[in-house]
Antibody, heavy 129, light 110 residues
Framework: QLRLQESGPGMVKPSETLSLTCTVSGGSMRTTNYHWNWIRQSPGKGLEWIGRIYSSGSPHYNPSLERRAVISVDTSQGQLSLRLKSVTAADTALYYC?????????????????????WGDGTTVTVSS | QSALTQPRSVSESPGQSVTISCTGTTSDVDISDFVSWYQQHPGNAPKLIIYDVNKRPSGVPDRFSGSKSGNTASLTISGLQAEDEADYYCCSYADNFNYVFGTGTEVTVL
């Protein structure tokens, strides 16, 4: 059973860079069968998608965050990372990593998937001086 | 990209049905076969309950169903149970290869 566990500093000062890690257990990130996402939830608010990366390939970002966010994956370590620079109080949130199946071809048929079926428990980040 | 629009809250008695709408645009819901729904109980991570507009993952009760018409997707919970009291979020794949979530709906079982 695949499990995801987020970790981070808990608190970050304004204008600094936030760095989070999502560790995968119970499975291998080396497989190319998945995509990996970061999602956040501000206190009392809804879900906001930050970005997605495949085990191999370029990431895609929420246009509102793409100038500050960098998502990377280290399959050898089984880790997904998020770096968010120049943080402000508005970046205070519970940050989740989530995994979903990626598309594949079987013969001439293309199977595409866009959902997230495995989530971590989240890690809280507070931006404060 | 703007969040998809959902009603802030819905409520109904046990055994009844509720339908939650999720309204997007011609850049997301209207053109997407990939609308998913997530259930979130307080203090817990979201849980996938519907994907590809109307498919249920294994283990999700069949009282949860999804549909779509134009730029509006819907989640219906039939035979409402106390354990269905939670927040629900829709999510759509968009034309810029990104995902966009809905604003979220709180379901209250009276």
């Amino acid at each position: 059973q695949l499990r995801l566990q987020e970790s981070g500093p808990g608190m970050v000062k304004p204008s600094e860079t936030l760095s989070l890690t999502c560790t995968v257990s119970g499975g291998s990130m080396r497989t190319t069968n998945y995509h990996w996402n970061w999602i956040r939830q501000s206190p009392g608010k809804g879900l906001e998608w930050i970005g997605r990366i495949y085990s191999s390939g370029s990431p895609h970002y929420n246009p509102s965050l793409e100038r500050r966010a960098v998502i990377s994956v280290d399959t050898s370590q089984g880790q997904l990372s998020l770096r968010l620079k120049s943080v402000t109080a508005a970046d205070t949130a519970l940050y989740y990593c989530a995994q979903g199946p990626r598309d594949f071809w079987s013969g001439l048929r293309h199977y595409d998937f866009h959902y997230m079926d495995v989530w971590g428990d989240g890690t809280t980040v507070t931006v404060s001086s | 990209q703007s969040a998809l629009t959902q009603p802030r809250s819905v409520s109904e008695s046990p055994g009844q049905s509720v339908t939650i709408s999720c309204t997007g645009t011609t850049s997301d819901v209207d053109i997407s076969d990939f609308v998913s729904w997530y259930q979130q109980h307080p203090g817990n991570a979201p849980k996938l309950i519907i994907y590809d507009v109307n498919k249920r993952p294994s283990g999700v009760p069949d009282r949860f169903s999804g549909s779509k018409s134009g730029n509006t997707a819907s989640l219906t919970i039939s035979g409402l149970q106390a354990e269905d009291e939670a927040d629900y979020y829709c999510c759509s794949y968009a034309d810029n290869f990104n995902y966009v979530f809905g604003t979220g709906t709180e379901v209250t079982v009276l």
